[in-house]
Nanobody, 115 residues
Framework: QVRLVESGGGLVQPGGSLRLSCTAS????????MNWHRQATGKQRELVAS???????NYADSVKGRFTISRNNAWNRVSLQMNSLKPEDTATYYC?????????WGQGTQVTVPP
């Protein structure tokens, strides 16, 4: 059974930082591309950042230079360091992996950056 558990969300003032983490189980973690998505109220879910099995990264234009995705294969963990946060970063953030022909999602963690 594939399970993804996110942590690290919260309320932060504009310009502040948060670090999200996602711990995976049920997969051979090191083999898979891991993704962070987010969904703001009333908007579609969007891909924020990805990291491949060899450590290559990709970011949405809206977060480039502010967010950093990383992985620790020994701990089956993918993290998202978010700096210079803006009100428009407010959303529920989800960890995601495509494995065994299916998409798996965590329960989400809320990030709130007030105006």
């Amino acid at each position: 059974q594939v399970r993804l558990v996110e942590s690290g969300g919260g309320l932060v003032q504009p310009g502040g930082s948060l670090r999200l983490s996602c711990t995976a189980s049920g997969i051979n973690f090191k083999l898979y591309t891991m993704n962070w998505h987010r969904q703001a109220t009333g908007k579609q879910r969007e891909l924020v950042a990805s990291i491949t099995s060899d450590g290559s990264t990709n970011y949405a234009d809206s977060v480039k230079g502010r967010f950093t995705i990383s992985r620790n294969n020994a701990w089956n963990r993918v993290s998202l360091q978010m700096n210079s946060l803006k009100p428009e970063d407010t959303a529920t953030y989800y960890c995601n992996v495509h494995a065994r022909g299916s998409a798996f999602w965590g329960q989400g963690t809320q990030v709130t950056v007030p105006p």
